[in-house]
């Protein structure tokens, strides 16, 4: 049973202290190194349990799970157990989705993964046998099996398999638990100015509003609008998955407050100022009359993030290494 732990709080004269031409670059490393600590004591975990064959990676949006998953893939295998990495957006369907009154659509809640097929070839998967995998195409919005795409678990095979309900138990509940580990991992963070300028939560928004405009053509208002729905969900979710999990890990990087943040405020003050000027796009979530949920809502909300935003120093993004999780959010 994992629990929250080691949350990271920095405050606004810490983070200070770490700038400079020299200084900065090294506080970077510090931080990656640690994480990659986090990352190298998984493995070994993980490595002491021959009989394993998978890890289900979960958490809450924007916490880096497909990077983690990919890096803790690379490292298992070069510890000599061959590990593939799944995700299980490949197994949506295509149903009827739910909206909460407000008009938000209720893309995070498991109906609508196919958890029937996801069982059937992970059980498959751990027969030994030979599993065709999905991929699901976001733009025809279906599945579709790719000629290449097959997989058979050797002996020593690991397979990492990541996404916001992979601690279900509608999912792993099926699976014979003396070959599954569970990770849950989350940013759990608080940066101070006096007093909490930006917890946990807003790290992650921060983190999805940049993520968003950059591979969904999305507006920050649009993301902001949204996340009451992401919120429900982790709400009813995620606590039986962080006590389902057997490791959790932090994914907050504590000099990402000088680089998320920065970035974010830019996407957040030009989303203000297009609906100040009356040029916003409806949001690419919600499909009303309004194009929004509750705009004046999500408005003061972003409002208040800028201002929390603009106290914090800004460090060229470029100093980011490529393998970081923070790439996710930033290219």
């Known amino acids: 049973m994992a629990q929250l732990s080691q949350m990271i709080m920095i405050t606004i004269e810490e983070l200070e202290a770490q700038l400079g031409v020299s200084k900065f670059p090294r506080f970077i490393r510090q931080c990656e190194a640690a994480f990659q600590l986090k990352i190298e004591r998984a493995c070994q975990q993980i490595l002491a349990r021959p009989d394993l064959q998978a890890i289900f990676v979960s958490g809450p949006t924007a916490s880096g799970k497909t990077t983690f998953s990919d890096r803790l893939a690379n490292a298992l295998t070069q510890a ?4 593939r990495v799944l995700s299980l957006d490949d197994y949506y369907n ?19 993964l196919d958890t029937e097929a996801m069982i059937r070839d992970f ?12 991929t ?5 919005r279906r599945r579709v099996f790719e000629p290449n795409k ?3 678990l050797d002996e020593k095979d690991l397979v990492v398999i990541e996404g916001l309900h992979g601690l279900s138990d509608q999912i792993i509940g099926h699976l014979p638990k003396q070959h599954v580990f569970g990770i849950f991992i989350m940013p759990w963070s608080t940066f101070l100015d006096g007093r909490q300028l930006l917890g946990s939560r807003d790290l992650r928004m921060l983190r999805r509003i940049s993520r968003d405009v950059l591979h969904r053509g999305s507006t920050a208002l649009s993301t902001i609008d949204y996340w009451p729905m992401i919120d429900h969900t982790e709400e009813h979710f995620f606590p039986p998955y962080l006590a389902r999990a057997d490791l959790y890990i932090n994914s907050c990087l504590p000099y990402e407050f ?3 943040p920065p970035l974010a405020a830019a996407r957040i003050r030009e989303s203000l100022v297009r ?7 409806p949001s690419v979530y919600i499909h009303n009359e309004k194009g929004y949920a509750d705009l004046p809502q999500a408005v003061e909300e972003a409002r208040e993030l800028l201002a929390a935003c603009t106290r914090l120093p800004q460090a060229d993004l470029s100093l980011v290494p490529p393998q970081s999780i923070l790439q ?4």
């Open 80 to 83: 000599g157990r061959p590990t």
């Open 94 to 112: 295509s149903v009827t989705v739910h909206r909460d009154a407000m008009g938000r659509p209720d893309y995070e809640t498991i109906a609508m």
């Open 123 to 134: 059980t498959h998967m751990f027969n030994g046998e030979t599993v065709r995998l999905p």
């Open 136 to 140: 699901f195409d976001f733009v025809r």
């Open 150 to 152: 097959i997989l058979r």
């Open 258 to 260: 000088c680089i998320v």
């Open 275 to 281: 609906w100040e000027q009356g040029t916003l796009p």
């Open 328 to 331: 996710e959010f930033i290219r």
